[in-house]
């Protein structure tokens, strides 16, 4: 079995409350259980999973969250999974599977009680392309009946969903990119919101290029190089609602290199969407990020910054400026790390005061 603790306070910035935070993992042979008080409120998730057969799973899901989003869930489901098709460059594999489920929800002006019977079909299918990628195509089709509240409309309550995600992938050397396409028709009628199942409509497109050369390639000092950059276009946004259909466009660099007993973790992580995109959504954003870990002796050191543009106004400012400390600590054979982290970038940047220092995290974590 394993089992984990977190534990810290947030809320410490002005705008927010101060609250608790204690959360026990624990996970031991198809059994996954999470319970205590979160950032979102109080909450008992329960999970067991029992393999009927070769190809067919059994599953209980139980989860509670008493108040930030107030909604509980019970639900059992039997999936299947049969592979069609198996050759050097092909599968196909389809997988049914059976839920009932039982929920309530707490909305601002309503209850919503219900229990649902859902049936799902996916079906995947794999292709290699022969020098010219890998091709993956993934149906889900649901549907799920919903009795009480068919009874109170005094009609069939049915909500439905078509999903396609096709994926073309192609590595070469050190680059591998990846275009993935993702299209759901759906009538959203579920009595319930995105927490339990209800089903939103997506159209949407994503490309992403990776590149991870070797450290005799790079001719760099660190020993490991990973960059990532790519984009998110959404077809649903509507551009006479000020809504952006250019979602993300980014750049990734995450950079690694050990130095005697020193472990250096760095990433950097810029957004441009704002600049590139004509249309002024709040949602969408560009900003510069960094962050910076270190490692002795398992004593973890932390840099965070971050500068936010505002676009198209010229209203910029340095949003984050992090530092964290997690020194390490022996009792009883047993080693332990209290992590503390600060953010000053109000008093020294944005004309804040000393009360506008915000502590940005605290927890503990207990070391193998």
Known sequence: PESKVQFGVIGFNPEHDLEPVLVFN??????????GKSKDGLLFDFGYTKALADTVN?????????????????????RGKHQLLATESSTFTIRPEVVFGYANQIFPNAIA?????????SEDWQQDLQGFGQFKLTNTNRVTYYPATSQS????QWQYAVRFQ??????????????????????????????IDRQGKINKIDFAWTFNPSVQKTQLLVDNLTSNMGFSYDFLKDSTKNQSPLRSVYWNLDLEERINEVLWRGRLELQTAAFISPIDDPSVRASITFNNDFYHHDWRYHLKGQYKFVHPDNENNI?????????????????????????????LFNDGALTDIAISGIGFEVLK
Not at 59 to 78: E, L, P
Not at 153 to 156: E, F, V, Y
């Open 166 to 195: 096709p994926t073309w992938s192609f590595s070469v050397n050190d680059h591998r990119f990846v275009t993935r396409y993702d299209f759901q028709m759906t009538n959203g009628a579920s009595p319930f919101d995105g927490n």
């Open 153 to 156: 409309l005094d009609a069939l």
């Open 58 to 78: 059994f599953s209980f899901n139980t989860r509670n969250h008493a108040w930030g989003n107030k909604f509980s869930d019970t639900n059992f489901t039997i």
């Open 319 to 347: 949003d984050i400026l992090e530092f964290g400390l997690g020194p390490v600590i022996e009792f009883e054979s047993k080693r332990y790390r209290p992590y503390l982290a600060i953010d000053v970038a109000d008093p």
């Open 113 to 121: 009680n219900d229990a649902r019977l859902g049936l799902v079909v």
């Open 26 to 35: 624990l996970a031991s042979q198809g059994l996954n259980s999470q319970f």
